[in-house]
């Protein structure tokens, strides 16, 4: 029973994390309302992998060994402001999509494969030092020092799950018919928005926060 007591408290710290709005929202966010259902899904899934590689890497040392090393980790955020602000930039400069239906089907508007979504997802949340950080702390100080690897290993895959369950339902309301019927003729305003947030991220992962 204790067992479960304290899985269901790794669910509740996993979703906080996963709440927070960040790039890993915006770009899910970005993917599915512009680039419909299918983009938002496979970008959360990419956002799972990446947290299950980043648990892998606490777990084997390695998230140790970059917050240990500052040159490395320092490489990590400015590769990680780099890439927000590219993809922001990309989309501030997102144009009204004309001659577009309103999306009834549920269908991508604009093309956006699956392996290109499922790679932002990725990237974005790969990108992001401060994950790594999060599960170098939850392994550390939330789980106690006598949690054996196996549970680590099923509670770290927890919270991949909950981040990949929360965007996908956030990429599943956002492309359903009715709500995207709503904003589809401003949608490109919701990108550029994004795109807005993704530098001012990357902005400020380049002043060193
Ligand atoms: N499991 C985690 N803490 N994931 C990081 C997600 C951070 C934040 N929710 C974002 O959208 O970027």
Same mark, same amino acid.
């Given at each position: 029973?204790?067992?479960?007591?304290?899985?269901?408290?790794? =669910?509740?710290?996993?979703?906080?994390?996963?709440?927070?709005?960040?790039?890993?929202l915006?770009?899910?966010?970005?993917?599915?309302?512009? !680039?419909?259902?299918?983009?938002?899904?496979?970008?959360? /899934?990419?956002?799972?992998?990446?947290?299950?590689?980043?648990?892998?890497?606490? &777990?084997?040392?390695?998230?140790?060994f970059l917050?240990? $090393?500052?040159?490395?980790?320092?490489?990590v955020?400015?590769?990680?402001?780099?890439?927000?602000?590219?993809?922001?930039?990309?989309?501030?400069?997102?144009?009204?999509?004309?001659? /577009?239906?309103?999306?009834?089907?549920?269908?991508?508007?604009?093309?956006? +494969?699956? $392996?290109?979504? !499922?790679? &932002?997802?990725l990237?974005?949340? %790969?990108?992001?030092?401060?994950?790594?950080?999060?599960?170098?702390?939850?392994?550390?100080?939330?789980?106690?020092?006598?949690?054996? &690897?196996?549970?680590?290993?099923? !509670?770290?895959?927890?919270? $991949?799950?909950?981040?990949?369950?929360?965007?996908? %339902?956030?990429?599943?309301?956002?492309? +359903?018919?009715?709500?995207?019927?709503? !904003?589809?003729? =401003? +949608?490109?305003?919701?990108?550029?928005a994004?795109?807005? /947030?993704?530098?001012? %991220?990357?902005?400020?992962?380049?002043?060193?926060?």
């Open positions: 029973m204790a067992h479960i007591s304290q899985w269901l408290f790794v =669910v509740g710290i996993g979703w906080m994390g996963v709440a927070v709005p960040g790039p890993n915006f770009m899910t966010i970005r993917n599915s309302a512009v !680039y419909g259902r299918r983009a938002g899904l496979w970008t959360a /899934l990419g956002l799972g992998t990446a947290n299950l590689i980043s648990v892998g890497a606490c &777990l084997a040392g390695i998230g140790l917050t240990e $090393a500052p040159a490395l980790f320092e490489g955020r400015w590769a990680g402001a780099v890439f927000l602000i590219y993809i922001g930039l990309r989309s501030v400069r997102a144009r009204k999509k004309e001659g /577009l239906d309103a999306g009834a089907s549920g269908r991508p508007e604009e093309e956006m +494969s699956r $392996a290109r979504a !499922y790679r &932002l997802g990237s974005t949340c %790969l990108l992001n030092p401060k994950v790594i950080v999060f599960f170098l702390a939850f392994f550390t100080q939330i789980v106690d020092a006598g949690t054996p &690897l196996a549970a680590r290993l099923f !509670y770290g895959a927890t919270i $991949a799950a909950v981040e990949w369950a929360w965007m996908s %339902l956030v990429a599943g309301f956002l492309s +359903s018919p009715p709500v995207r019927r709503r !904003y589809f003729g =401003v +949608s490109h305003w919701i990108e550029r994004m795109g807005g /947030l993704l530098i001012a %991220l990357g902005t400020i992962w380049f002043a060193g926060g």
